[in-house]
């Protein structure tokens, strides 16, 4: 059977550091509540005139040169994100133009479940024969969708972007992967206006409705049980259990949810990745940039077992085990 592997790892992060302290200046907030509150310290916000398709390509570019392919290599392009440059066209078609591939591209958006999503739709590619190289990138914008006068949502996000190439192999690399979605939740998370339920219109940017907008106790509960859910179905589908579990490397959205999903899993603590006080929930992105930061720190090993693991908007979940097949790095 083919299989795909990850076969290069790249990132992108804004220059802009933005402390809890800075954020103090804006609204009524301490990096005392912070960081008590979601552990994050500081993010990265993208510049002035920046798009979330420049991050993509960067992140990209990265993950080309790690594999050592030139961009005619790739056979197909995805780029997972909740904050596309336009509504149309799509963010992968401009990034694809931007890493110059000749290929097809498509977005997939599902907020911060796009990356394992869009990783999902790269394997099946590679299983299925269609492709034997897909560029898989997650890149998020977040902080344009924030209303930076909303303390509840505002010193949550940060910007990044990551990319993985996957490559036939065979070898299986990337293992089994859980997705699913329960549009009833629908509500929790949500930038009501500026789609085609909610154009917008002078009245309802007045009203912020263009900003992000979050029951935060209820993605709280919602994470903590899903990501040991799926982690355990991905798990099965992969033929293994919580004890070949190297490391997990959650979607970064709290430290707080976190620590709360160690003991439920029964792993501990120093299994589940986190680099969520430096970046923030910097959404799709943060699952690829969690893996550059344990590739480029030399913690991924050859015959490691990860889950990568997603949820957000939607509400969305995804978890996909995989097997790093590539060496630490130099
Ligand atoms: N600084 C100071 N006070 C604040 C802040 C802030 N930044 N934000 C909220 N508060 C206040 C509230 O106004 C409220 O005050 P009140 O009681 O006077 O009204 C009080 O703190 C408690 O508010 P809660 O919303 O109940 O605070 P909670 O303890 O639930 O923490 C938080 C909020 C951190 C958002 C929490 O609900 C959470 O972690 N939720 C998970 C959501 C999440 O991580 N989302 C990320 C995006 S989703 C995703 O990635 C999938």
Redesign the pocket.
Known sequence: MRHASITGIGAYLPDRVVTNDDLSQLV???DE??AS??GIRERRIVAEGQATSDMAAAAGRGALADAGLQPEDIDFLVVGTGSPDHIMPSTAAITQDLLGLRCGAVDVMA??TSFILALQQGTAMIESGRADRVLVIGADALTRHIDFTD??TC??FGDGAGAVVLEASDEPGVLGIDTGSDGSGAGV?VIPAGGAAMPCTPERVAAGEHYLK?S??E??KF?VRIIPEATKRALELSGLTVDDLTLLVP?Q??Q??LDAVAPRLGIESERVFSNVALLG?T?AGSIPLALHDLYTDHHLHRGDVLALVG???GLTWGAAVVRWMKEPKE
């Open positions: 009524d907030t301490s509540w912070i509150r979601t907020a911060c303390r509840r010193v949550l998370l979050m935060g106790g993605v709280f994470a979607h959205a709290n707080r949810i929930n959404s949820f957000g908007a």
